[in-house]
């Protein structure tokens, strides 16, 4: 008789990985999986500090955790640092665990690793998993469009689209699909504008994954046909099996690196239906102080009741002084919190539009809550992502920086408004919403990927 194999699930240490890849482990855990849950050192700690209980229980999901090589968290905000020691420190950790694990199941077949799913930005232990002789699948957690341009990254080079850096010498489209709308070049899935350093090593990580997908033949995507049907077809091997939401079963198993503050949903059920707007730009946007400001002040000026998510680290600079008297200014019909419950929020019915960085969860979270979305996006793939909002599914709107690249108050508030006021936007995403919900509803194109895929994994 089939039986199900024991998973180990790897995410690359980021936020924007952990979510998704845990949802993933308790879908599958949900079909009878066993799975192990492999985090650094560094994020089991803030993962179980901010969700007390979420290792405990009959959970088939089992936590454990390997080190990234990494000292201070000044070394782990720096990506290229980062990058590199994940590359260099976690491979033999890795393979040290899944050792672990066999020399403790002392024989029982069933206790030992025989599966592993690994996020492609952790490409590097589909490797260890090959010479292991373990089973494998890939996880890709941004869309599937940008996959599609990071395995072209050779042909890039090839054609001279891209230079050995990662830069595009001419402003062309590129095209890599027939079918695919063609990719503009300030949209490659590595952009860093503020930061060219960042950019090249963002490029060479991600063109090793290129290699390391050769160990697999199967691709999960967080993603449905229905809204990257093109680039679906496009990867041999793809499974687009999302969007992975926090159901209500889920809601407090996604893996938070921080404490949610929950005040905020008591506030949005004081607020009238599509009445707040919604300001998050996720787990690492940094901006320079008077970037910070003009966002506050067009937040001001346009008077409408918002919540607003400001990390501690937000900004590049300290912004208490600011902060007290913009808050004490806004007090009527603003909100200020240092980390959201996001997908509860943008599933409340007050909640009129998402200003968001266009990370692939948020724009997911914003799409799967047919939630209207202003686009500020700050890094890597959140470029493609806007395009596609702005110009594909026509589900957003972009704010354009001024002639010194800053994003003034007056456009703020200018394109707050023409979100808030487009029906076609809103008929767009109610659009969306009911095709993600489809995907994943029963006899949907993405749960039937994932039931095959779970059919795949028994013995
Ligand atoms: N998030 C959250 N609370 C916040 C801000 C973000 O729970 O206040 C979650 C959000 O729901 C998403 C993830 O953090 O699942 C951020 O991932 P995304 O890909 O959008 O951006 P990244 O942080 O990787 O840039």
Known sequence: ??????????????????????????????????????????????????????????????????????????????????????????????????????????????EQISFMIADLTVGWALEVAERMGIERAGFWPASASALV??????????????DNNGFAPKNDLITILEDLPAYKSN???????????????????????VHHSKRTNSFLCNSFRYLEAPACSGIPGALPIGPLMASARLVHRRGSLWNEDSTCLNWLDQHPALSVIYIGFGSTTIFGMEQFYELAHGLEQIARPFLWVVRPDLTDGPVTEFHDGFLQRVRNYGKVVQWAPQEEVLAHPAVACFFTHCGWNSTLEGLSNGVPLLCRPYLGDQFLNRSFICDVWRV????????????????????????LGSEEIRANCLRVKEMARKSVSEGGSSLKNLQSFVELMKA
Request: overall charge negative.
């Open 187 to 209: 949209d490659l899935v590595w952009s860093c504008p503020e930061d060219p350093a960042i950019h090249k090593a963002i490029f060479k990580y991600l063109s090793s994954i």
């Open 396 to 419: 957003g709107l972009g704010v354009d920086g001024d002639e010194n690249g800053l994003i003034t108050r007056h456009e703020v508030r200018k394109k707050l408004l023409a979100v």
């Open 1 to 110: 008789m089939a039986k199900f194999k024991h998973v180990l699930v790897i995410p690359y240490p980021a936020q924007g990985h952990v979510t998704p890849l845990l949802k993933l482990a308790h879908c599958i855990a949900d079909y009878g999986v066993k799975v192990t849950f492999v985090n650094t050192e560094f994020i089991h700690a803030q993962v179980m500090a901010a969700n007390p209980g979420l290792d405990e229980g009959s959970s088939r999901v089992k936590f454990v955790a390997i080190p990234d090589g990494l000292e201070t968290d000044e070394e782990r905000k720096d990506i290229p640092t980062k990058m590199e020691s994940i590359l260099s420190v976690m491979p033999d950790h890795l393979q040290e665990l899944i050792e672990k694990v066999k020399k403790q199941s002392d024989g029982n077949e069933d």
């Open 149 to 162: 341009m990071t395995l072209h990254i050779p042909k890039l080079i090839e054609g001279g689209v891209v």
